[in-house]
């Protein structure tokens, strides 16, 4: 019986009053555990790395390539002290302490190190957001993004009613707390998947860790994410299948090659689940029920992709037996489509090629997502490839640690309904090539409760010290793997402020109306006037010539493009165009006198193009 | 702290960032922290007022579903101020605030009586340990 399982024999039987001493730890009479040790001298490691860290030496490694080992360090002390902790009887708030504070030692690094928040796209989110709080509507015409406008809505009533005239001041921290948020709901997945309470709390770290795919910047999606996560939690505690079991043959109208394998699947998630914590009172079930439509509902007008993740998973609970709400997967589809047929309109009706276009094609689904980003240099393409093992270390891991449960005869039912379902997406859409990301990202929670229960049974498998020192390596191993990959792209995604100096000038100088022109879509801009310019090129290719340049500026008036280092960066990375590519394009424009330099600053460039003389091309 | 206790200082506070935040914005203070007192006011008053009221049987539970539903109507209120037309989000931080405060006074007072009182009660002194039930069986793994 290990410590945490022997704490946890005591508490059953312990008397109240003793268990009401022991709830009262003397934080300041006696002297600091061990674990406690190793997590301040953690947290001052970092500390002392962050103020370290020089943003200008990064290679195509990304932000590993500037840590110096004071950051490195630090994620063997916390993992040490997270591996201490869990020997502890009985100390959770330390254990959750530990785990906010990995979620900001992976996520605050660059909000601490960075001048100014980074990517991109967060900065057009942030556009949507104050185009509401300035104007008190949305552009559905605009941007697809803006059809689904539920969470631009929110962030606009947050920042506005905070007195805040733009959304800018909630980008640096919003990694840090949505993943914070995430916790919550993690940890009452994982008490209603595992029993084994230390397996519960290495999830939480292999999650906060394994969470590389950085959808988690101020967007929709991140949370859309966290209420995903809180109708999975409700869904698994509140309405396990046990309370109303469900099965297939209730169902009317459906054929046997249908109903056998699901009720074979029944039969194997109906195993007795007692030694779990579930809440099987139906007393609250109504108003729960009430709760989370009104949270789908929320999902549905604010992000397009994860309804379905949504859909897929309450599904494939109720199918395996493991969810009573059984007409929640039916709500979703109403409430998708009622959305969709009123409220996205706009958005559908010209694209609805576009939105059909990919599905049913798997394979070429999954490899834009893959295969297609897989290139560069040898430092960048070493990150890619360390994203894939490491993704694939965890899905292969999750998937083998359930083959071994079902082998011992206890396949784990309802773990698999969270892991597997998810990626069914990959065959409806390619998502901008991100659909196998979104995927992982979904199916993540199931596949870090899967591989800590057997990171929990190595550790435990030896006897203390050794089994608590490999424990401590292996999470301090799997937090500085994601954080390499977690911030592999930055030396181009990282904002400087040189680039915010450039949009700047253009938005303070620049005509309303006038062609504002990026050669990729690598820019800090459109956090403002979304409306007030026209923004080219409105597709995510890059323009890869002089001609494609000068044919986006008008007969009659200028345009002005704005050039930065970041920008040919992410060409030569992602894109895979010839090293100095846009310095090239630059020279070109200047050479052929179209082009004039009017802002210039640390690698950031405007340039004014006129428009062409007349009987010239 | 027993959990009726904990309840009632839950409600307080939630009641004391309601004031602040109505009082920031009807003064219109310009305040580093306002933005910070806002997403705190947006991300948890209203749906934990509503949450709490039900009395949960799990505090976890009711803090991260308060915090879902707030989300769920600070979006139902924000494109219902889109849709018609009127935007005016002081009026609807305020009017939010105002709609969630007779939920939690009764609490802070302990007049309340929501239902799951009588299974908070008795889980009084296991507030954090609701999920202690199965962590004999861990041999078991997985859910299944």
């Known amino acids: 019986m290990t410590p945490v399982d022997a704490g946890s024999a005591a508490r059953a039987t312990a008397s109240p009053q003793v268990r009401v001493a022991r709830r009262r730890p003397a934080l300041f009479a006696a002297p600091p555990r061990p674990s406690s040790s190793a997590t301040l001298a953690a947290i001052a490691a970092w500390w002392w790395g962050v103020a370290r860290i020089d943003l200008s030496s990064m290679s195509d490694a990304g932000l590993v390539s500037v840590l110096g080992w004071q950051i490195f360090a630090a994620f063997a002390l916390l993992g040490l002290g997270f591996a201490l902790e869990l020997n502890e009887p009985r100390r959770r708030y330390v254990l959750a302490a530990q785990t906010v504070v990995l979620v900001v030692m992976v996520q605050g690094i660059t909000a601490l190190a960075e001048p100014h928040p980074a990517y991109f796209t967060a900065y057009l989110h942030v556009g949507f957001i104050n185009e509401i709080i300035e104007n008190g509507h949305t552009v559905p015409e605009l941007d697809a993004r803006f059809n689904w406008p539920g969470s631009f809505a929110f962030g606009a009533l947050i920042a506005s009613s905070g007195g805040a005239s733009s959304a800018l001041s909630l980008l640096r921290w919003a990694p840090v707390v949505f993943n914070v948020a995430y916790l919550a709901p993690l940890w009452m997945i994982g008490r209603s998947l595992v029993a084994d309470e230390r397996a519960r709390w290495i999830a939480l770290w292999l999650f906060v860790a394994a969470n590389w795919v950085h959808q988690d910047y101020l967007s929709p999606q991140a949370e859309a994410y966290f209420l995903y996560l809180v109708v999975i939690a409700v869904v698994l505690r509140h309405f396990d299948g046990r309370t109303r079991p469900w099965t297939i043959s209730e169902a009317r109208f459906v054929p046997s090659f249908v109903s056998r394998p699901v009720a074979w699947v029944q039969g194997l998630g109906r195993h007795d689940s007692s030694h779990l914590d579930l809440q099987t009172s139906t007393d609250d079930g109504p108003f729960l029920l009430r709760v989370v439509v009104l949270v789908v509902a929320t999902v549905v007008v604010s992000h397009q992709l994860t309804p379905f993740a949504i859909l897929l998973v309450v599904a494939a609970l109720v199918m395996a037996g493991r969810s009573s709400a059984v007409h929640l997967p039916v709500v979703v589809v109403v409430l998708f489509a009622m959305w969709f047929s009123v409220g996205a309109t706009t958005w559908w009706i010209s694209h609805l090629g576009e939105l059909l276009g990919d599905f049913g094609k798997v394979g070429d689904n999954a490899s834009a997502g893959l295969l297609g980003r897989l290139g560069g240099t040898d430092l960048r393409a070493a990150v890619l490839w360390l994203r894939v093992a490491f993704s694939a270390a965890m899905l292969g891991g999750a998937m083998l640690v359930a083959l071994r449960q079902a082998r011992r005869g206890a396949p784990p039912i309802a773990a698999l309904a969270l892991f597997v379902p998810p990626f069914a997406l990959i065959g409806g859409q390619s998502y901008g090539g991100e659909v196998l990301l979104r995927s992982y990202l979904f199916a993540l929670p199931a596949a870090a409760v899967l591989v800590a229960q057997a990171l929990s049974r190595v550790a435990r498998s030896r006897n203390t010290r050794v089994g608590t020192v490999l424990l401590a390596s292996m999470l301090a191993v799997v937090a500085v793997a994601g954080v390499t990959v977690r911030f592999g792209n930055e030396r181009f995604e990282q904002v400087t402020t040189a680039d915010l100096a450039a949009v700047d000038w253009v938005y303070d100088n620049v005509p309303h109306g006038s062609v504002v022109i990026a050669p990729t879509r690598n820019l800090p801009w459109r956090y403002r006037d979304l409306t007030s310019f026209r923004y080219e090129p409105v597709d995510e290719q890059p323009l890869e010539t002089v001609d494609e340049v000068l044919a986006l500026v008008p007969g009659d008036s200028p345009a002005f493009m704005i050039v930065t280092d970041a920008q040919q960066r992410f060409g030569e990375q992602l894109a895979f165009l010839p090293e100095g590519w846009l310095d090239s394009i630059t020279e070109e424009l200047i050479d052929s006198g179209r082009a004039t330099p009017v802002f210039g600053q640390d690698g950031a460039v405007v340039l004014r193009l006129d428009p062409a003389p007349a009987g010239g091309s | ?144």
């Open chain 2, 1 to 144: 702290m027993s959990a009726s206790t904990s309840r009632r200082w839950r409600a307080g506070a939630l009641i004391a960032l309601a004031a602040v935040a109505t009082a920031l914005t009807v003064t219109d203070l310009q305040w580093d922290g306002r933005t910070l007192v806002s997403v705190a006011f947006h991300l948890l008053v209203p749906g934990c007022a509503v949450v709490s009221w039900r009395k949960l049987d799990d505090p976890l539970t009711e803090v991260t579903l308060g915090v879902a539903l707030s989300i769920a109507i600070g979006t139902g209120v924000a494109l219902a101020m889109i849709a018609i037309d009127r935007w005016e989000p002081a009026v609807a931080q305020v009017g939010l605030a105002v709609a969630s405060t007779p939920l939690l006074v009764p609490q802070v007072r302990g007049t309340d009586h929501g239902a799951g009182d009588d299974a908070v009660d008795d889980a009084d002194d296991d507030a954090d340990g609701a999920d202690d039930s199965g962590d004999a069986d861990d041999e078991a793994g997985t859910s299944r």
